[in-house]
């Protein structure tokens, strides 16, 4: 089992940045695929960006890309999402997430992973 805790969400300007932090229980963190994925009300949730078991490929959303970096340090069991120029679009619920085995044409979709951690809420607005 796999426990997710995020934190880092809050209110932003546009332009604004944040960055987000999830840290994981258990001792075989460094084995797993992890992300982001985010939710906006009324909408589906939407894969946002990954990284592979030990800090191997990432993997970006097209709307977030250039703007949003992922990265992990396994020693501290957590992943991280550096969110800079942020949009009113990026408003959503991020959740963190983990899978094990994992192929690359399912890793942007949230079936394919295992353990979900409670979300935080981002918001940008004026």
């Known amino acids: 089992q796999v426990q997710l805790v995020e934190s880092g969400g809050g209110s932003v300007q546009p332009g604004g940045s944040l960055r987000l932090s999830c840290v994981a229980s258990?001792?075989?963190?460094?084995?797993?695929?992890v992300g982001w994925f985010r939710q906006a009300p009324g909408k589906e949730r939407e894969f946002v960006a990954t990284i592979r078991a030990n800090g191997g490929s990432t993997h970006y959303a097209d709307s977030v890309k250039g703007r949003f970096a992922i990265s992990r340090e396994n020693a501290k069991n957590t992943v991280y999402l550096q969110m800079n120029s942020l949009k009113p679009d990026d408003s959503a619920v991020y959740y963190c997430t983990a899978g094990n085995r994992i192929i690359l044409s399912a890793i942007r979709s949230a079936g394919a992973y295992d353990y979900w951690g409670q979300g935080t809420q981002v918001t940008v607005s004026s």
């Open positions: 258990g001792r075989t963190f460094a084995t797993y695929t």
